[in-house]
C-alpha cells in the first residue's frame, strides 16, 4: 500500500497554540491532501488510512516533541487501476487456473485486463 509520511517538530506551547495534538495532526493531514497527495481529489475512488502516531517524547537535546501521520492508499475499484496499482483484495476473486495458480483475469476492456496477488489485494498488470 503506498504511503505518505509527514511530520514536525513542535514545542510543547506550540502544540497547544495548534489546538493540541489533534489539531496539529490535522493540520498535517490537510496539508499533505492540498499538497503532494493532492492526485487522490483527481475524480477516482480511494481507500485512504490515517494513521495518527502518538505524541513523542520530548527531545532531550532541542525540546520539541515530533508528530507524525502516516497516510496510505489504494484504488478502490479495478476499473480504475492503472497498470502496477493494487487495488484491495476484496475487489476481486481467482479465476481456477492450471496448476493453481492464483490469478484473476479481468474482461473490463476488449483485450482484458491481468491482476495478479498481491499481500495487499491485487496488482495490475496489463
Not at 38 to 41: E, K, S, V
Given at each position: 500500500?503506498?504511503?505518505h509520511l509527514a511530520f514536525v517538530d513542535y514545542m510543547p506551547a506550540?502544540?497547544?497554540?495548534?489546538?493540541?495534538?489533534?489539531?496539529?495532526?490535522n493540520d498535517l493531514i490537510s496539508k499533505a491532501l492540498h499538497g503532494q497527495l493532492?492526485?487522490?481529489?483527481n475524480g477516482r475512488h480511494y481507500i485512504v488510512q490515517i494513521d495518527r502516531?502518538?505524541?513523542?517524547?520530548?527531545n532531550p537535546n532541542?525540546?520539541?516533541?515530533?508528530i507524525q501521520i502516516?497516510?496510505?492508499?489504494?484504488i478502490a475499484h479495478p476499473a480504475e487501476a492503472q497498470i502496477g496499482?493494487?487495488?484491495?483484495?476484496?475487489?476481486?476473486?481467482?479465476?481456477?487456473?492450471?496448476?493453481?495458480v492464483a490469478r484473476f483475469e479481468a474482461t473490463l476492456k476488449p483485450q482484458g485486463w491481468r491482476f495478479e496477488p498481491h499481500p495487499e489485494g491485487?496488482?495490475?498488470?496489463?
Open positions: 500500500m503506498p504511503m506550540q502544540i497547544l497554540a495548534g489546538g493540541g495534538l489533534v489539531g496539529v495532526q493532492a492526485f487522490l481529489t502516531r502518538p505524541l513523542s517524547q520530548v532541542t525540546g520539541l516533541h515530533k502516516n497516510i496510505r492508499w489504494l496499482e493494487i487495488v484491495p483484495a476484496h475487489t476481486l476473486r481467482p479465476d481456477p487456473k492450471p496448476g493453481g491485487w496488482q495490475r498488470m496489463t
